[in-house]
């Protein structure tokens, strides 16, 4: 079971920088007591990020109600890509709250309209439809059903096997749950659909052969035919890294798809809308997909996601036969649209990009650093992750990563606690609106971290 953040006052070393404002006692007496209260309410499963009551949050700031001033390293979790609170957002949100207008189902609403135009005029140029959902694990269930449904209609009943990565998230619900690839999370599962396979990632890292050709040979292996696969789905990069393909698997890749009439989808829900430095994060492999989810930084605020892909795959089910209670909420839409139009008129693509060429040097500077101890620090844009070890060894370091979040809580710089493999993933996620000069102080904390923790 992952550690919980203790909820004990410690003295902090004040700090008070443009960026990063805390005094006194991390958590205080009256923020202990409010989160024992919510413990008191909330299952287990909710505990597990540093103590720190939310009460505001603008740019790349959160904000305690005490004063205290956090640097955000975590975007929440990779969702506010426009920055935290971003006024254009807020107001968007408030418009449309007090037309008012807050639910329609499946009845048109003048924001899903535009949302739904948007997005397909972001999308490479054959992804002509959108479906609006709600969180990520919605839009990986909905592309699993979509990719067997056409697997099945386009070719026999046995073409319905859907292959994804070891070490995969796609949500916590059964079908995105069984398409991730760690063994974790999946105990409570009896009966794992067989027909769901997982190939390893050449992250370069943990798996060192980068060539297509284990793709297939693991399939051969699985006794998988490889035309009886329906589709295939890869988080653009993993999550848990990050960690992305090679290009050129990433292409071979999209050529066996087509070659065998496979649907590959791209899980863009952590990668899309410019954190990668560029919109979607496919580009970087100047692959199409067929198919990908959004979630997300897609709203930079509340709760929307989708399917977005071509005619062929998105017209599978009639009318009303996919839908959603939530669907295309106009205020959520509304968020997504000022959410976009913020990301595009303050060019924070570009931003993270640019800015994503600071925060990557400098990652690489602390991993050459304490390179005994950090095993990896892969990263595109504006996110990136440091993967501690235990000493000299590609095993992680649960320990190590975790006391380098609390260390950088405890200074004033924000994480969520530890991800990925063994958990020893520290992740990086900024806003997209972060400067180089809050990179650079937000690493040097990182870089103190890690000295203090070895
Ligand atoms: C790549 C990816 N897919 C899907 C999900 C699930 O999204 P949600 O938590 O909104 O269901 C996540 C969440 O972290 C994700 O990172």
Known sequence: MAKE?????????????????????????????????????????????????????????????????????????????AGHGAKKI?????????KPLLHTYCFPNQPRIKLTQKLVSLAPERLNKVFILST????????????????RKHGTDDKSIIVSFENAFHGRTL??????????????IKNLDPEIVHVPLPDGFRCEDTGFELFEKTLARLGVEADNVAGVIGETYQGVGPNFMPKQYA????????????????????????????????ELYDVVPDLFCIGKGVSSSLPISGVIGNEDVMDLFGPNEMTSTHSGNPICCAAALASIE?????????????????????LQLIKNEFSDVIGFAPGAGLVAGLLMVKKGSKEPDYELAWNVINLCFQKGLLMFAPVGVGGGCVKIAPPLCISEEAVMEGCEVIREAVEEAV
Request: include cysteine; hydrophobic fraction near 40%.
């Open 342 to 362: 913020v990301i595009e008129q303050e060019k924070l693509v570009e931003n993270a990009a640019k800015v994503g060429l600071v925060l990557q040097k400098h």
């Open 136 to 151: 990520g694990a919605e839009s990986t269930e909905c592309a699993l059903k979509l990719m067997r449904t056409y697997g």
């Open 5 to 81: 953040f203790p909820l004990v006052s410690i003295k902090v070393e004040p700090v008070s920088t443009k960026f990063r404002k805390l005094s006194g006692s991390i958590p205080n007496d009256e923020t202990i007591k409010q989160i024992e209260e919510l413990r008191e309410a909330e299952p287990l499963s909710m505990r597990g990020q540093p103590p720190v009551i939310w009460d505001r949050a603008h740019g790349v700031n959160v904000y305690d109600a005490y004063g205290n001033m956090w640097l955000d390293f975590s975007s929440g979790v990779l969702v506010a890509n």
């Open 90 to 98: 807020a107001d968007a949100i408030i418009n449309q709250a007090s």
């Open 175 to 188: 079908g995105a749950q069984q398409m991730g690839g760690s063994s974790d999370g999946k105990a409570w």
């Open 251 to 282: 292409k071979d890749l999209r050529k066996w798809c087509c070659k065998h009439g496979a649907l590959l989808c791209f899980d863009e829900v952590q990668a899309g809308f410019g954190r990668c430095g560029t919109m979607w994060g496919f």
